[in-house]
Nanobody
Framework: VQLQASGGGLVQAGGSLRLSCAAS????????VAWFRQAPGKERDFVAS????????FHADSVKGRFTISRDNARNTVYLQMNNLKPEDTAVYYC??????????????????WGQGTLVTVSS
């Protein structure tokens, strides 16, 4: 499975962006797809995930109420709608796919396929 992330950019605090993660194969329907982010000098952190089959979602506490993950079956694409962005949201955002189970859904090691990353910069 190849993943192509896009939609990053520069936005002012309080603004919005929508990231997209396009999958190359329909086999992504058997996976969990997630977004992670990595700020300079920091570890890669979990942001949100969605189980393609069933659509169950899970969001990190730091983004609950501001970010929403969703999917478009017809386009094999997962989205991350980001509202009320804060400077601390600045990072490279990566999408990933894997057969994660609930206990590992927020861990990097649960995902086998990764996109190239898209940079989100939030100015104060």
């Amino acid at each position: 499975v190849q993943l192509q992330a896009s939609g990053g950019g520069l936005v002012q605090a309080g603004g919005s962006l929508r990231l997209s993660c396009a999958a190359s194969e329909r086999t992504v329907s058997s996976y969990t797809v997630a977004w992670f982010r990595q700020a300079p000098g920091k570890e890669r952190d979990f942001v949100a995930s969605i189980r393609w089959s069933g659509g169950n979602t899970f969001h990190a506490d730091s983004v609950k109420g501001r970010f929403t993950i969703s999917r478009d079956n017809a386009r094999n694409t997962v989205y991350l709608q980001m509202n009320n962005l804060k400077p601390e949201d600045t990072a490279v955002y990566y999408c990933a796919a894997g057969r994660a189970i609930q206990s590992t859904i927020a861990t990097v090691r649960a995902y086998d396929y990764w996109g190239q990353g898209t940079l989100v910069t939030v100015s104060s």
